[in-house]
């Protein structure tokens, strides 16, 4: 698989909430940060958002919005208007008005990861992913939009699943933007996948994570000289190339920990390790205990 695509498989993303959320009139909601990855699809009308420290954003029909670590923010109908506290539910939210139909309509939730390496999302996104209507709306990402639009309408048997699947669909859609980049990119493998260079070089650790790859391999590789590519792959990813391999590794042997299903000699093989000694060493020198206690710990 492709490294992105390596990464969403470990963390086997699923939609944990997804609940309608609605409004009218004038009205104002402020929660408090979580962490959580949060997300919203205007369905109808328009809100706008407040992240502390930020300017108001304005969310409009067809918009798609996803805070990988929730900060506190507030959402209303103009911006500044008085806010009531609110918490996350798992259930259909009405805000404003309570009587007649509701002049903003959207769907929000947030998605769950797989906890021991959930904080690789972190070195994937921005803090803010916004899509407005405008940008998404002739792409396959408007398409979800639209399909799950049309889902949230009726009340078809198996609704709730079909709507999780398209929301995971979306999840990935919004990980592969293509105007990620116009948004500030943070260093990360976002980033790394937009540099074409950078990218032979992440797919093809990606691709045989057992290989001892040298700088001078993945130089080769990239289509660089050994400098350029080194110096390029630190700005941009934020580490160095054999540190971000290493890191892979041992994101690929905690999942293998947690599922309890290989032995340390064929984890220890499977990344690249000589034996199970050298990666239990390699192991407690980056997370601090051995496999044994960290798979304990998990308990």
């Not at 969403?8 to 993303?13: A, D, E, G, K």
């Not at 259909?92 to 999302?121: K, T, Y």
């Amino acid at each position: 698989m492709d490294p992105l695509s390596d990464i969403v498989s470990l963390l086997r993303p699923i939609a944990a909430i997804s609940k309608p959320i609605t409004a009218r009139g004038n009205w104002g909601v402020r929660y408090r940060a979580h962490d959580a990855p949060g997300f919203t699809i205007i369905l109808t009308g328009h809100a706008w958002l407040t992240l502390d420290g930020k300017e108001p954003l304005r969310l409009a029909q067809g918009d798609f919005l996803l805070l990988p670590t929730t900060p506190a923010f507030s959402l209303g109908s103009e911006p500044g208007r008085a806010c009531i506290p609110a918490e996350p539910r798992n259930e259909a939210v009405r805000h404003g008005e309570q009587e007649g139909n509701p002049d903003f309509v959207s769907l929000g939730g947030s998605f769950a990861f797989e906890r021991v390496n959930a904080p690789l999302l972190l070195t994937l996104l921005p803090g803010l992913i916004h899509i407005p209507d405008s940008e998404g709306r002739a792409t396959r990402f408007g398409r979800l939009i639209d399909l799950l639009s049309e889902e949230c309408a009726t009340n078809y048997p198996g609704k709730e699943l079909i709507i999780q699947r398209m929301l995971e669909a979306l999840l990935v859609e919004a990980l592969r933007w293509r105007r990620i980049g116009s948004q500030a990119t943070p260093t990360g493998l976002l980033s790394g996948m937009q540099d074409p260079a950078l990218a032979r070089a992440l797919q093809a650790m990606h691709a045989d994570v057992r290989a001892n790859w040298t700088v001078a391999d993945l130089a080769r590789t990239a289509g660089l000289s050994r400098s350029s590519f080194a110096a390029r792959f630190g700005e941009v990813l934020g580490c160095a190339p054999i540190e971000y391999l290493a890191r892979w590794r041992m994101a690929i042997a905690k999942d293998a920990l947690t599922r309890g299903m290989k032995s340390l000699d064929r984890i220890a093989d499977e990344i690249g390790y000589e034996s199970a000694s050298a990666f239990s060493t390699a192991f407690r020198k980056r997370l601090g205990c051995p496999p044994g206690k960290f798979v304990r710990n998990l308990a």
